[in-house]
């Protein structure tokens, strides 16, 4: 047995940072397969994972990838799986199924150039909202997005805390410059990094119910093998976890998965911002595009533009709130992003026409250059 | 065996009672369908095998024998269609102490599933995957599916259908699997004989259980309900051990039924614990042939 959280200071790619987060964060079983530009992450959890007594296996598909990741969740141990943009979307419908059964779990899209198989080898940011829509059915997701391997192995932490607080498959959206890219990681002692376990059940066996919730919206949550009888499946069920086929049930059932995450947005949005305070012109980004933005801001700064910079690290639930208390003091936004507008939509919903918003954006293949998202704020204001 | 409770004001308790979640009857199945009676014997199975059903866990996909995990009484999961197999491999790999049973039907297991079932048993996934074999998608109408044979009819091979079927056993064997029967369901005590065996085996065993399909297979191929249990009577051909290439579903010449393969080789997480953690070993010592 080899330490879990591998204490020091070290020069590592996001790919690797984003494992040894998850190692940290207390994940025992990685399901994967091989995919540009996520298969670094596979690489190290095959490395690593078996000298916590974990396992790694590599499976003969996404799907499958993402079904063991499921059925190892509920044997009682942290898991996760890693993909990019094609494995993504043959994992939907059992993220679906992840959603549905309250399955904790974690998932990384290390994105790429889309749409069909794209540029494998090419950064991009056109998942974002596959990632709150892409398997079937009205639900709530969790999805963060990291802007450097540093910030990905904490977030990974986190998505292991929120997946097993509020059961359900957490969406870690980085991409490929993140991911490919080496930079110092500093990994804190063990005993600095809080990890969060799935309430378990207390009392007695047979009168449990696996899914009624806890006061914060979600039930607790026993192993297989551990004498609950447990009935979990992906059709509609009620709070024992048999299918019930109808109206009440699902509308009790959309409710539960549905308002644990409304109930509790202020523990699960994370936003974080550079020079807001006094900006007439907020800019809304995130993961690497945050990085093009902070640059640009700093350049119009010196240009006697009053911009600031709001980073999403949540990307869903959506930060609704923070972008329409900003909507309401400063002159204009501007989006920037490496898709043609996804979370663009998004700030322009919640800014309600109240101020005028602009997209920086880019089909896909490569960063942002700061210069482009300058050029905007020069002239659009 | 265990003892039935005589009281005498209740109903009597069937002996099966104990597994089944009485709170979920009746089921869903078909007057004439015959995944009950694999059902049951699978159940007897799980009775005789003596093994800890507390540590017992059936996987099924989508379809109507994929509703069996919603009627057995032990920790069940209904899962995605054709994915009970890999869902089924992350329970025993995250807590290999655990006895996984993958009760599923042909579409789910061999068209939509076939690649898991190919990778699981080539890998020796300690698990007992029973296929309840009704020659067609029963739960969607009667459509033609992998194991339907040429010519038969069905809703989307109005005319008959083109193409040949799988044969099971053949292709479990040809993946790595360690058991490999099949029987039908009319033959419930050498396929409650095989279930037992197959979840007592270390390894991937795989049981397919040939069972009618009255309302929606037997209707379009002019068979009364009763027609194909006739069949399984006067067609089955009991023979142990047969090569598992002449197994191909042959409804004129004869059905061929038995045990056909049985050997033991070490189960994938032999292999991890043995190359990757040691440590493990030292505390629970598997016995390793190669």
Not at chain 1, 216 to 242: C, S, W
Not at chain 2, 197 to 202: F, G, I, Q, R, V
Request: neutral net charge; charged residues 20%.
């Amino acid at each position: 047995m080899k330490p879990a959280v591998l204490t020091g200071e070290y020069f590592m790619t996001g790919d690797v940072a984003c494992a040894e987060g998850a190692l940290a964060a207390g994940c025992r079983f990685f399901g994967g397969y091989p995919i540009t530009p996520a298969t670094e992450i596979a690489e190290r959890m095959a490395i690593r994972i078996p000298h916590v007594d974990g396992c790694f296996i590599q499976m003969e598909d996404e799907i499958g990838a993402m079904a063991s990741v499921l059925g190892a969740s509920w044997g009682g141990v942290k898991s996760m799986t890693a993909t990019s943009g094609p494995g993504f979307s043959l994992m939907m419908e059992n993220i679906g199924l992840g959603i549905c059964t309250e399955t904790p779990c974690v998932v990384v899209n290390v994105q790429r150039g889309g749409p069909s198989t794209g540029l494998p080898t090419h950064g991009a940011q056109g998942d974002m909202m596959q990632a709150r829509w892409g398997s079937h059915g009205h639900y709530e997701i969790i999805a963060i997005a990291p802007s450097s391997p540093q910030e990905i192995f904490y977030l990974t932490i986190t998505a292991f805390n929120l997946s097993e607080k509020y059961r359900l498959p957490v969406l870690i959206m980085t991409d490929e410059i993140i991911g490919h890219m080496s930079e110092k990681v500093i990994i804190p002692e063990a005993k600095l990094i809080k990890t969060v376990s799935r309430p378990k059940p207390k009392g007695r066996k047979d009168r449990f119910k696996p899914f009624a919730p806890g006061p914060n919206g979600v039930a607790p949550m026993p192993a297989a093998g551990e004498g609950y009888n447990l009935h979990i499946t992906g059709l509609t069920h009620d709070e024992k976890g048999y299918p019930v086929m109808d109206v009440e049930t699902q509308t009790e059932m959309m409710s539960r998965i549905t308002e644990k995450i409304q109930r509790n947005l202020d523990d699960i949005i994370r936003t974080d911002s550079y020079l807001l305070e006094d900006a007439e012109i907020a800019v809304v980004s995130y993961g690497i595009s945050a990085r093009t933005s902070m640059a640009a801001v700093i350049e119009a700064r010196k240009m006697g533009i009053k911009a600031g910079l709001l980073r999403l690290v949540t990307i869903w639930p959506f930060p609704e709130d923070q972008i329409r208390k900003l909507a309401d003091r400063v002159k204009g936004f501007v989006t920037v992003e490496i898709n043609l507008g996804q979370i663009h939509r998004e700030v322009e919903r919640c800014v309600g026409g109240k101020v005028p918003i602009f997209l920086v954006g880019h089909p896909g293949g490569t960063i942002i250059h700061p210069d482009r998202v300058v050029k905007m704020l020069k002239e659009a204001f | 065996m265990q003892e039935i409770p005589m009281t005498s004001k209740k109903q009597p308790q069937h002996p099966l009672d104990d597994l089944i979640r009485t709170d979920r009857i009746p089921h869903i199945w078909c007057p004439g369908c015959g995944i009950g009676t694999v059902f049951s014997a699978c159940l007897a199975a799980l009775k005789a095998s003596g093994i800890n059903l507390q540590k017992t866990v059936m996987v099924s996909g989508i379809g109507c024998s994929g509703r069996a995990a919603g009627y057995v009484k032990l920790d069940s999961f209904h899962t995605t269609h054709g994915r009970a197999i890999p869902f089924a491999t992350g329970l025993k790999l995250a807590n290999p102490e655990l006895n996984l049973v993958v009760f599923s039907g042909d579409g789910d297991l061999f068209a939509i599933g076939g690649n898991h079932f190919i990778h699981a048993a080539r890998r020796n996934m300690d698990m007992t995957v029973i296929c309840v074999n009704n020659l067609n998608y029963g739960m969607t109408g009667g459509q033609v599916a992998a194991t339907t044979p040429y010519m038969a009819k069905s809703t989307t091979t109005p005319a008959g259908n083109p193409e040949l079927p799988f044969n099971l056993p053949l292709m479990a064997y040809a993946c790595g699997a360690t058991y490999v029967a099949r029987w039908t369901m009319l033959h419930i005590r050498d396929l409650t004989d095989s279930i037992t065996e197959a979840l007592c085996k270390k390894g991937f065993s795989f049981i397919e259980a040939l069972s009618p399909c009255p309302v929606n297979y037997g209707r379009r191929n002019k068979q009364k309900p009763l027609d194909m249990l006739k069949l399984y009577q006067e067609k089955a051909i009991i023979k142990n051990h047969a090569d598992p290439s002449t197994l191909d579903i042959d409804f004129e010449k004869g059905i061929i039924l038995g045990k056909f393969i049985d050997l033991d080789r070490p189960t994938f997480i032999e292999h991890y614990d043995k190359i990757y953690r040691p440590s493990r070993l030292q505390e629970n010592v598997p016995e390793l042939n190669s």
